[in-house]
């Protein structure tokens, strides 16, 4: 949660980046790009460590990675600044994503199953949620409104890598670390049909998170008509938020059933989104965030618990490395193209091609999601109805 506050702590800043230091949305969508670019290269690269080194030491170098980019943001004026921070926060966020969400999937009990896949997939965006709030107010309220959040950020990052410091080893060190670094993503072959739908699903609903990120503190300005920087957090809270409350409610039903009503929950609220922004009314805005961000939250977890059906410890960090690959190049490439078209296209309009976005994924997780299943005759199947499967072995990359 810690890693994950750090990476939004600048959302609530973007605004007075642009007002103060004359960055534009081109400029803020390529922050959000450098972050994603960096967490990308450390899950192709790094994702593996963690099976060599241990989880302990590849958890506490994430954290550091993390306190250099703070330290580094802390003296933000141009725009190389903010993308060299953002570059070496994403690469620290990325050996974060699969070294400490393995690290939570070994250590959780095997009662409820769904667990570990909400806290693992669930407790990234409460730390988005809680890094975007705090962020507001204390640059909205706070002494040092540029500089006080990343302050606390290191102080809390400090704090979890002692705690880490102590706390037991679950992977056993192994050699093969400098091969590890050969860029690999790989999930069982035993999962592989679930990856589609699951790619359509973490695609989809992180183009969102991204367009969050990098274009919403102008859309909030100049469509909705206000500036305050713990607005714009409680506005990236309510996207991130109701996804940790929907996760949960996801784990009552099948992983396909929870898709299907995951994604067209989310559908809904990018619908209520686009009329709350053309309706120029905050409130709208407000509920229909929180209701996609709902339904984001149940097809995630839901994702992600058929993706982890019957992983062994080292097939974990693979697999998340998988899964947060897919996650940021969802959120890397639409910023990438939606920051480029805002020299063009009214905020708008931008907005709508993300509904389009949703509308397109929902169709296809709505006909094509399966569950996964698992029997003892050796036989495989991947249905939505209630048959049985049993894994196959080996690893498609």
């Not at 790619?199 to 990120?213: I, M, N």
């Not at 993300?354 to 003892?376: E, K, S, W």
Request: positive net charge; proline residues 5%.
């Amino acid at each position: 949660m810690i890693s994950f506050a750090t990476a939004a702590a600048p959302i609530p800043l973007f605004n007075i980046y642009r007002t103060e230091d004359g960055l534009s949305n081109a400029g803020i969508s390529m922050a959000v790009v450098a972050y994603t670019v960096g967490t990308i290269a450390a899950l192709l690269v790094l994702g593996r460590l963690s099976n060599h080194l241990g989880r302990r030491l590849t958890a506490i170098t994430s954290l550091s990675l993390l306190l250099l980019g703070c330290l580094l943001l802390l003296n933000v004026h141009d725009i190389d600044t903010l993308l060299a921070g953002r570059l070496l926060v994403g690469v620290g966020t990325g050996l974060a994503g699969s070294s400490l969400t393995s690290y939570i999937v070994d250590a959780a009990p095997s009662r409820p199953e769904w667990l570990a896949s909400v806290v693992s997939s669930q407790g990234p965006m409460l730390g988005v949620a809680v890094g975007a709030i705090a962020s507001g107010a204390l640059v909205q309220f706070g002494p040092w409104p540029r500089h006080l959040i990343y302050l606390v950020c290191v102080c809390f990052l400090l704090l979890s890598a002692a705690l880490i410091t102590i706390s037991p080893e679950t992977a056993t060190p192994t050699p093969g670390a400098w091969r590890s670094l050969l860029p690999k993503v790989s999930v069982p072959a035993r999962v592989r049909y679930f990856l589609p739908v699951a790619a359509a699903v973490f695609l989809t609903t992180w183009a969102s998170g991204g367009f969050y990120q990098a274009l919403m503190p102008a859309l909030v300005e100049d469509q909705l008509h206000t500036r305050s920087p713990l607005i714009l957090g409680l506005v990236f809270a309510a996207y991130m938020t109701p996804s940790v409350l929907g996760a949960p409610i996801g784990g009552r039903f099948t992983s396909a059933v929870a898709q299907r009503a995951g994604m067209i929950t989310f559908l809904a609220g990018m619908i209520g989104i686009s009329t709350a922004i053309a309706a120029g009314t905050l409130l709208l805005f407000i509920i229909a965030t929180m209701v996609a961000g709902t339904g984001q939250g149940i097809a995630i977890s839901a994702a992600t618990r058929g993706l982890l059906q019957g992983s062994t410890m080292a097939e974990r960090a693979p697999i998340f490395s998988a899964i947060y690959l897919l996650c940021y190049s969802g959120a890397a490439f639409p910023s990438l193209i939606s920051g480029q078209l805002s020299n063009v296209f009214s905020l708008q309009k931008i907005a709508l091609g993300y509904g389009g976005l949703a509308v397109v994924a929902t169709l296809f997780t709505v006909l094509c999601a399966r569950n996964p299943h698992a029997d003892t005759t050796g036989n495989r199947t991947c249905d939505s109805s209630n048959s049985t499967s049993s894994p196959i072995q080996g690893t498609v990359s």
